[in-house]
């Protein structure tokens, strides 16, 4: 049976010494660890692979927790609203689950005892006086409690029926289509508690990755649920966003489309699952985060396949005569040379050859391409298509000739 809990408490608790907040920061890190262990080992629903949602929300929580507390010690009028945020979403996640808050509140009693174990032990240590070892232990548990009062207010609020994460579904629809009267916008964000921002990030994760809806920011917008999993982030993704993002979703691989105005969602959106295909094929390597921002050349030469192979019957047809490995060594010296517009030396060096077979080369592509090469437009297509032709191979370990014949 979960408890009835007594509102938020408001009134000022007797200040601490500050010293202690010094004291307790060194402990945090390991105490953090030792509280996540015995709530894993106490509560089944915990006792899951690391990388789970529940134990993803564990996790968040103990942290935020215990340097919530350590703050206050140290500056009783820092603001706190982030952190009573961060309780009031863990409950609202367990109602949207269908569960009591049993659970929640057990953790929080396991995690109040091994903290207040450690206070023993590094107290007498410290030479904390009885006063202000019971001081010490009033706060804690008088946190504890309010930590428990918060999840209840949250669990309370999800409770009818989800109506803020339904009104927050009907805003990713709409920002998903093209935007009409700003009005219309601004009705359904104020009903789904969420400020438009001028400009955001889309973010997009592999499909089924796990997460926990409570362990992200209140105002991101998120559906990975989906086939094709996604998050609407306000503003530009800072280092902050990015390592809270990667602790939420720790094994996928996060792509993050360029920041647009509010009415370019769904480009960017666009942008960012094109180039989460294109690192799921190879072309791209494979990381943590990918920003779009710093691929979108490869976007653009890989958005038509038939458009490239459209261009390259155009202006690269007559290789199509020679057999597969005079054409492979013509065509990787035409790219060398429109690419780097060096000397017969320079290419010589880059391609390990001497310079009269480069000389040689260059010779037969300008009888076999003739005005093409002097044309800005004619060669600018041949460069595209040679490019695109080099990043495909990436992908499928074909020779350029081949790529070249199939395309012809």
């Given amino acids: 049976m979960t408890r009835t809990l007594a509102p938020v408490a408001t009134e000022p608790r007797p200040k601490l010494p500050r010293r202690l907040a010094v004291m307790m920061r060194p402990e945090l890190p390991s105490l953090s660890k030792e509280i996540i262990q015995e709530v894993r080992k106490s509560i089944p629903e915990y006792g899951r692979p690391m990388q789970g949602p529940y134990v993803e929300a564990l996790r968040v929580g103990v942290e935020r927790a215990l340097t919530d507390f350590v703050e206050q010690v ?103 289509r093209p935007l009409g009267a700003a009005r219309v916008l601004a009705e359904v964000a104020e009903r789904a508690q969420w400020t438009v921002p001028e400009e955001v990030t889309v973010v997009v994760a592999p499909p089924g990755s796990p997460y926990v809806r409570a362990a992200l920011d209140e105002d991101v917008l998120a559906d990975l649920t989906a086939a094709e999993p996604f998050l609407v982030v306000p503003g530009k993704l800072t280092r902050e966003r ?44 494979d990381g943590p985060v990918t920003e779009c921002d710093d691929h979108l050349l490869t976007l653009w030469l890989l958005s038509d396949q038939a458009l490239v192979d459209r261009l390259a019957s155009l202006h690269l047809s007559e290789m199509a005569e020679f057999p597969a490995r005079q054409r492979e060594r013509l065509v990787d010296t035409l790219r060398t040379w429109l690419v780097s517009r060096g000397t017969a030396a320079g290419i010589a060096e880059e391609l390990d050859v001497h310079p009269q077979t480069v000389r040689y080369r260059i010779r037969q592509l300008e009888g076999i391409l003739g005005d093409r090469l002097s044309d800005p437009d004619a060669r600018f297509a041949i460069e595209v298509v040679l490019r695109a032709m080099r990043l495909q191979k990436k992908a499928h370990p074909m020779t350029t000739g081949e790529y070249l014949s199939a395309s012809l």
């Fill in 242 to 285: 990015r390592r809270s993002l990667l602790r939420v979703l720790p094994e996928g691989q996060l792509v993050v489309g360029p920041a647009v105005p509010i009415g370019g969602v769904t480009d960017s959106l666009r942008w960012a699952r094109r180039t989460l295909g294109l690192v799921e094929a190879g072309i791209l390597v």
């Fill in 74 to 176: 140290a500056n009783p009028r820092a603001p706190r609203e982030r952190y009573r945020e961060t309780y009031r979403r863990l409950g609202r996640f367990e109602s949207q689950e269908g569960r009591t808050l049993d659970t929640l509140q057990a953790a929080f009693r396991i995690g109040a005892q091994v903290a207040w174990r450690r206070i023993m032990k590094v107290g007498p240590r410290r030479h904390l006086s009885s006063d202000v070892m019971a001081q010490l232990a009033d706060a804690l548990f008088a946190y504890i409690d309010e930590l428990a009062a918060l999840a209840l207010e949250g669990y309370m609020e999800a409770r009818p029926d989800g109506e803020i994460e339904g009104h927050r579904r009907r805003l990713l629809e709409l920002l998903l």
